[in-house]
Protein backbone atom coordinates (compact mmCIF):
# COMPACT_ATOMS: atom_id res chain seq x y z
CA UNK A 1 0.00 0.00 0.00
CA UNK A 2 1.26 3.49 -1.07
CA UNK A 3 1.50 5.55 2.60
CA UNK A 4 1.42 9.44 2.25
CA UNK A 5 2.83 11.89 4.69
CA UNK A 6 2.59 15.32 5.06
CA UNK A 7 4.05 17.92 7.00
CA UNK A 8 3.59 19.90 8.94
CA UNK A 9 1.16 18.48 10.83
CA UNK A 10 0.23 22.42 12.24
CA UNK A 11 1.67 25.46 10.80
CA UNK A 12 0.69 28.54 12.77
CA UNK A 13 0.96 31.64 10.40
CA UNK A 14 0.15 35.51 10.27
CA UNK A 15 -1.90 36.44 7.23
CA UNK A 16 0.46 37.83 4.30
CA UNK A 17 3.24 34.79 5.46
CA UNK A 18 4.41 32.19 2.03
CA UNK A 19 3.72 28.70 3.52
CA UNK A 20 4.99 25.54 1.86
CA UNK A 21 3.52 22.23 2.72
CA UNK A 22 4.97 18.76 1.51
CA UNK A 23 3.88 15.78 0.50
CA UNK A 24 5.76 12.34 0.44
CA UNK A 25 4.40 8.98 -0.81
CA UNK A 26 6.37 5.65 -0.22
CA UNK A 27 6.03 4.61 -3.78
CA UNK A 28 6.84 7.47 -6.87
CA UNK A 29 3.47 8.78 -8.38
CA UNK A 30 4.60 8.49 -12.15
CA UNK A 31 2.70 5.61 -13.96
CA UNK A 32 3.77 4.04 -16.97
CA UNK A 33 2.40 6.45 -18.76
CA UNK A 34 4.37 9.36 -17.14
CA UNK A 35 1.24 10.86 -15.71
CA UNK A 36 1.57 11.60 -12.12
CA UNK A 37 -1.85 12.23 -10.13
CA UNK A 38 -1.48 14.02 -6.96
CA UNK A 39 -3.67 16.55 -6.08
CA UNK A 40 -4.79 19.13 -2.79
CA UNK A 41 -7.71 20.50 -1.34
CA UNK A 42 -8.45 22.44 1.30
CA UNK A 43 -10.91 21.64 4.02
CA UNK A 44 -12.65 24.35 6.21
CA UNK A 45 -15.17 23.31 9.32
CA UNK A 46 -18.55 22.70 8.52
CA UNK A 47 -17.46 22.35 4.33
CA UNK A 48 -16.81 20.07 2.04
CA UNK A 49 -13.29 19.60 0.90
CA UNK A 50 -12.62 22.17 -2.21
CA UNK A 51 -10.24 21.20 -5.00
CA UNK A 52 -7.21 23.35 -5.09
CA UNK A 53 -4.32 21.56 -7.71
CA UNK A 54 -4.57 18.70 -9.41
CA UNK A 55 -1.79 16.55 -11.83
CA UNK A 56 0.89 17.97 -9.17
CA UNK A 57 0.66 21.42 -10.96
CA UNK A 58 -2.64 22.63 -12.51
CA UNK A 59 -4.97 25.34 -10.46
CA UNK A 60 -8.61 24.01 -10.55
CA UNK A 61 -11.58 26.88 -11.69
CA UNK A 62 -11.34 29.90 -9.48
CA UNK A 63 -8.39 28.79 -7.32
CA UNK A 64 -6.51 32.03 -6.49
CA UNK A 65 -3.00 32.32 -7.95
CA UNK A 66 -0.93 32.16 -4.82
CA UNK A 67 -1.87 28.31 -4.78
CA UNK A 68 0.97 26.29 -6.35
CA UNK A 69 1.91 23.15 -6.68
CA UNK A 70 5.51 21.03 -7.97
CA UNK A 71 7.33 17.95 -7.37
CA UNK A 72 7.93 14.96 -9.20
CA UNK A 73 8.41 11.22 -8.18
CA UNK A 74 7.77 10.95 -4.57
CA UNK A 75 7.93 14.50 -3.38
CA UNK A 76 5.50 17.06 -3.52
CA UNK A 77 4.71 20.71 -2.74
CA UNK A 78 2.07 23.21 -2.16
CA UNK A 79 3.11 26.54 -1.60
CA UNK A 80 0.49 29.54 -0.80
CA UNK A 81 1.66 32.87 -0.85
CA UNK A 82 0.29 36.09 0.99
CA UNK A 83 -1.83 33.86 3.24
CA UNK A 84 -5.66 35.33 3.07
CA UNK A 85 -7.99 34.50 6.23
CA UNK A 86 -9.96 32.41 3.57
CA UNK A 87 -6.97 30.00 3.27
CA UNK A 88 -7.47 28.77 6.78
CA UNK A 89 -8.53 25.42 7.31
CA UNK A 90 -6.90 21.47 6.49
CA UNK A 91 -5.00 20.92 3.43
CA UNK A 92 -4.80 17.30 2.40
CA UNK A 93 -2.66 15.82 -0.39
CA UNK A 94 -4.48 12.89 -2.55
CA UNK A 95 -2.15 10.10 -4.29
CA UNK A 96 -4.37 8.83 -7.23
CA UNK A 97 -1.72 6.50 -9.01
CA UNK A 98 -1.96 3.66 -7.03
CA UNK A 99 -5.37 3.36 -6.20
CA UNK A 100 -6.25 6.78 -3.66
CA UNK A 101 -4.05 7.70 -0.67
CA UNK A 102 -4.91 11.04 1.22
CA UNK A 103 -2.05 12.57 3.28
CA UNK A 104 -2.81 12.99 7.31
CA UNK A 105 -3.26 16.62 6.50
CA UNK A 106 -2.02 19.80 7.68
CA UNK A 107 -3.47 22.52 9.76
CA UNK A 108 -3.11 26.01 8.65
CA UNK A 109 -4.33 28.32 11.95
CA UNK A 110 -3.60 31.74 13.05
CA UNK A 111 -0.56 32.30 15.00
CA UNK B 1 -24.39 23.20 -13.00
CA UNK B 2 -23.08 20.56 -11.13
CA UNK B 3 -24.47 19.09 -8.38
CA UNK B 4 -24.27 16.25 -5.80
CA UNK B 5 -26.90 16.13 -3.38
CA UNK B 6 -26.67 13.56 -0.09
CA UNK B 7 -29.12 12.03 2.08
CA UNK B 8 -29.49 13.43 5.55
CA UNK B 9 -28.09 12.50 9.06
CA UNK B 10 -28.42 8.48 9.71
CA UNK B 11 -28.91 7.51 13.85
CA UNK B 12 -28.34 4.05 13.44
CA UNK B 13 -28.12 0.71 16.06
CA UNK B 14 -24.82 -1.29 16.35
CA UNK B 15 -24.86 -4.37 13.68
CA UNK B 16 -27.30 -2.25 11.87
CA UNK B 17 -27.19 -1.40 7.85
CA UNK B 18 -27.34 1.67 6.15
CA UNK B 19 -27.50 2.94 2.58
CA UNK B 20 -26.36 6.05 2.18
CA UNK B 21 -26.93 7.99 -0.99
CA UNK B 22 -25.47 10.80 -3.71
CA UNK B 23 -27.93 12.20 -6.48
CA UNK B 24 -26.26 14.00 -9.37
CA UNK B 25 -27.50 16.89 -11.14
CA UNK B 26 -25.93 19.12 -14.11
CA UNK B 27 -23.96 15.90 -15.53
CA UNK B 28 -24.46 12.29 -16.28
CA UNK B 29 -22.89 9.47 -13.74
CA UNK B 30 -22.35 7.32 -16.39
CA UNK B 31 -19.20 9.63 -17.44
CA UNK B 32 -17.66 9.51 -14.41
CA UNK B 33 -16.21 7.83 -11.85
CA UNK B 34 -17.64 8.34 -8.20
CA UNK B 35 -15.75 8.26 -5.17
CA UNK B 36 -17.04 7.75 -1.35
CA UNK B 37 -14.82 9.11 1.14
CA UNK B 38 -14.61 8.84 5.20
CA UNK B 39 -13.91 11.37 7.97
CA UNK B 40 -14.40 9.72 11.58
CA UNK B 41 -14.55 12.87 14.33
CA UNK B 42 -11.26 15.05 14.36
CA UNK B 43 -9.79 12.59 11.97
CA UNK B 44 -8.52 12.84 8.25
CA UNK B 45 -9.83 11.92 4.74
CA UNK B 46 -10.12 8.45 4.05
CA UNK B 47 -10.79 6.59 0.76
CA UNK B 48 -13.19 4.33 0.89
CA UNK B 49 -13.84 3.14 -3.18
CA UNK B 50 -15.08 4.30 -6.27
CA UNK B 51 -17.71 2.69 -8.95
CA UNK B 52 -17.81 3.28 -12.89
CA UNK B 53 -21.66 3.71 -13.09
CA UNK B 54 -21.61 3.06 -17.09
CA UNK B 55 -20.69 -1.13 -15.95
CA UNK B 56 -20.85 -1.07 -11.94
CA UNK B 57 -17.29 -2.31 -11.69
CA UNK B 58 -16.01 -0.73 -8.13
CA UNK B 59 -12.72 -1.14 -6.37
CA UNK B 60 -12.03 -0.93 -2.68
CA UNK B 61 -9.19 0.52 -0.59
CA UNK B 62 -8.96 -2.99 1.29
CA UNK B 63 -9.94 -1.80 5.00
CA UNK B 64 -13.50 -1.60 3.80
CA UNK B 65 -13.57 -4.61 1.69
CA UNK B 66 -16.67 -6.36 3.36
CA UNK B 67 -17.69 -3.47 5.00
CA UNK B 68 -18.84 -0.86 2.34
CA UNK B 69 -20.69 -1.62 -0.83
CA UNK B 70 -21.00 0.95 -3.38
CA UNK B 71 -23.55 1.08 -6.76
CA UNK B 72 -25.40 3.06 -8.75
CA UNK B 73 -28.68 3.70 -10.10
CA UNK B 74 -27.96 5.62 -13.49
CA UNK B 75 -31.85 6.23 -14.12
CA UNK B 76 -32.12 8.42 -10.80
CA UNK B 77 -28.25 9.58 -11.57
CA UNK B 78 -27.47 8.90 -8.13
CA UNK B 79 -24.89 6.40 -6.09
CA UNK B 80 -25.43 5.07 -2.87
CA UNK B 81 -23.00 3.62 -0.36
CA UNK B 82 -23.56 0.52 1.99
CA UNK B 83 -22.19 0.15 5.31
CA UNK B 84 -23.14 -3.41 7.14
CA UNK B 85 -22.23 -4.57 10.62
CA UNK B 86 -21.93 -1.07 11.88
CA UNK B 87 -19.64 0.09 15.03
CA UNK B 88 -19.22 3.06 16.52
CA UNK B 89 -16.17 2.78 14.50
CA UNK B 90 -17.98 3.57 11.43
CA UNK B 91 -19.63 6.81 12.90
CA UNK B 92 -18.04 9.63 10.28
CA UNK B 93 -18.90 11.79 8.16
CA UNK B 94 -19.31 10.16 4.88
CA UNK B 95 -18.58 12.60 1.14
CA UNK B 96 -19.22 11.54 -2.28
CA UNK B 97 -17.15 12.93 -4.92
CA UNK B 98 -16.83 13.23 -8.61
CA UNK B 99 -13.33 12.09 -9.59
CA UNK B 100 -12.30 14.80 -12.45
CA UNK B 101 -8.74 15.56 -14.01
CA UNK B 102 -6.03 13.79 -13.29
CA UNK B 103 -7.58 11.30 -11.05
CA UNK B 104 -8.58 14.58 -8.84
CA UNK B 105 -12.11 14.92 -6.91
CA UNK B 106 -13.71 18.42 -8.71
CA UNK B 107 -17.19 17.72 -6.71
CA UNK B 108 -17.80 16.50 -3.52
CA UNK B 109 -21.19 16.16 -2.08
CA UNK B 110 -21.97 18.18 0.94
CA UNK B 111 -21.69 14.75 3.40
CA UNK B 112 -23.67 12.64 5.60
CA UNK B 113 -23.22 12.41 8.94
CA UNK B 114 -23.89 9.09 10.22
CA UNK B 115 -23.88 8.21 13.98
CA UNK B 116 -23.79 4.66 15.46
CA UNK B 117 -25.17 4.31 18.82
CA UNK B 118 -27.51 2.57 20.72
Known amino acids: DVVVTQTPLSLPVSFGDQVSISCRSS???????????LSWYLHKPGQSPQLLIY???NRFSGVPDRFSGSGSGTDFTLKISTIKPEDLGMYYC????????FGGGTKLEIK | EVQLQQSGAELVRPGALVKLSCKAS????????MHWVKQRPEQGLEWIGW????????IYDPKFQGKASITADTSSNTAYLQLSSLTSEDTAVYYC???????????WGQGTTLTVSS
Open chain 2, 97 to 107: AREGYGSSYNY
Open chain 2, 26 to 33: GFNIKDYY
Open chain 2, 51 to 58: IDPENGNT
Open chain 1, 27 to 37: QSLANSYGNTY
Open chain 1, 55 to 57: GIS
Open chain 1, 94 to 101: LQGTHQYT
